[in-house]
């Protein structure tokens, strides 16, 4: 198996998966995200400052409010916030990270080199 495919593999091991950025858009990318996480099994926690509830998942309004347990994090998010999102996670502990904007990158790779498994 490829390394991307055993690192792709590697984040869907994960029960407990943090969606950052998910959109009151019932429409949106990060809705269906959502929904196709939910329906594989996955306990998701949706993150979005401004809610407080998506499709009947207690929505967490920042990183730091989320739970311990959850191992892995999926950005949805600008680039411009992915930096900023990854230092976040990072001090919360969460090990895993995918990005769905990954012009940012290299950046993210320094902040997690020690401390995290990246897809």
């Known amino acids: 198996m490829c ?3 055993v690192e792709i593999e590697n984040f869907l ?3 407990a998966v943090a969606l950052i950025g998910v959109s009151r858009n019932k429409q949106s990318y990060s809705r269906s995200l959502m929904k196709a996480f939910v329906d594989k ?3 998701v926690f949706p993150v979005n400052p401004n809610e407080t ?3 009947g998942l207690k929505c967490y309004q920042s ?3 989320l739970p311990d347990t959850i191992d892995a994090a999926y950005i949805v998010k600008r680039k411009e916030l992915a930096i900023d999102l990854a230092h976040e996670i990072a001090n919360k502990g969460i090990k895993k990270i995918w990005i ?3 012009n940012v990158m290299l950046s993210i790779l320094r902040i997690f080199a020690k401390s995290t498994e990246l897809p």
């Open 63 to 65: 990183i730091i409010q």
């Open 41 to 43: 099994g996955f306990e």
């Open 53 to 55: 509830e998506i499709d």
């Open 100 to 102: 769905h904007v990954i």
């Open 13 to 15: 091991a994960s029960k």
């Open 3 to 5: 390394k991307d495919n």
